[in-house]
């Protein structure tokens, strides 16, 4: 069993930053897959980043390229999410993710992760 707590969410004007963090209880964090997700109102939940276990790898949706950087701690057992040049549209609750499964490790974006923290509010103004 794993259990995810976000922290690190608020309001913040167009062109600022925040960073997210998630922190995993369990012993095996180091071999999960952590992801990042959010759910703007009235839309549906969308893919924002991921990263396997080693930090080798990670993906990110398009709409995040180049101002979102995800990074975990595993000795901390902390995946944290760094977000700069935010935009009104990325105003949404922000979910961290974790799952130890092949099927997540070869395709992180998709949203069948075993694992989902009680998500995070993120406001950007314009």
């Known amino acids: 069993q794993v259990q995810l707590v976000e922290s690190g969410g608020g309001l913040v004007q167009a062109g600022g930053s925040l960073r997210l963090s998630c922190a995993a209880s369990g012993r095996s964090f180091s071999r999960y897959t952590m992801g990042w997700f959010r759910q703007a109102p009235g839309k549906e939940r969308e893919f924002v980043a991921a990263i396997l276990w080693s930090g080798g790898s990670i993906r990110y949706a398009d709409s995040v390229k180049g101002r979102f950087t995800i990074s975990r701690d595993n000795a901390k057992n902390t995946v944290y999410l760094q977000m700069n040049s935010l935009k009104p549209e990325d105003t949404a609750v922000y979910y961290c993710?974790?799952?130890?499964?092949?099927?997540?490790?070869?395709?992180?974006?998709?949203?069948?992760?075993?694992?989902w923290g009680q998500g995070t509010q993120v406001s950007v103004s314009s």
């Open positions: 993710a974790a799952d130890g499964t092949m099927t997540i490790f070869q395709n992180p974006a998709l949203a069948g992760y075993a694992y």
